[in-house]
């Protein structure tokens, strides 16, 4: 578990960050909030621990504005507090805290509460990828793509760069179902997820669009670059057949293209509409077959 540290007094910090690492943990260590506050949102941890007091942005503070932050992970965080008064904790929680550690503070209540933080930070991450990951293929739904796409839709206006979207939609499934039964088209969805999966880029996502459809986003690309991911998705879906209890299946994709996002105007509606309209030209020309539309 990686975890930040957020300590004005030196001392008091390195000692905190020893104990921290001798327990196990990966540890950065800041020395005020406003370092905290950039930290955080340059990488992913997992728990906070941060003091109270301190010049700039103290502790409560920090929790507000890490709490109002859209983030995929939930971030535990501790105060760390020489305060004893019932509503100075009440203060903590109302701003956002989940626990609190009493200056000076002991090895052991410090274990033990660390303990509690990974069993909740456990159960938040289960809950998360049951709430926005399809549980057939498990790839994202379709809510959490489609939020996806909108955030990297206004990523791409404001930094002047290009989403690319593709709707990839297995061919003739309902065909599979009907001919092998609907478990072995189960297991068809499943290994063209993971054919889909293996191809992409580590900042691309795949969603299931619904049914046999299944949405990507290809980000900061060229028309170029998303034909030719698309390309790769179409050669890995049809390289071999699936391998189910009914038998060998035979498996292709259509795929639709489009890239936009940077020109006043474009939303998700937009490139949507666009790469199902390339999609279905696919489909048109005899499927297994990747087009592409543009929007200029």
Sequence with gaps: MKILMAEDDTTSRLLFGATLRKLGYTVTAVENGQKAWETWKQDEYSLL??????????????????????????????LLTSLDSKGSYLEGMDAGADDFITKPFDEEQLAARLRVAERILALHKKLHIQATHDRLTGVWNRAAIMDHLEEEVERAACQSTCIGVVVADLDHFKRINDTYGHPAGDTVLQEAARRMRLVLRPHDRIGRYGGEEFLITVSSCTGS???????QIRNSISMEPVDSRSGEISMTVSLGVTVGGDRIGEDTGTLIAAADKALYRAKIAGRNRVEFLNLK
Excluded at 61 to 68: G, N
Excluded at 225 to 231: P, Q
């Design 225 to 231: 670059d998303a034909m030719i991911l698309a390309e």
């Design 49 to 78: 621990i941060s003091d109270w007091m301190m010049p700039d942005i103290d502790g409560p503070q920090l929790c507000k504005m890490i709490r109002a932050e859209p983030s995929l992970q939930y971030t535990y965080i501790i």
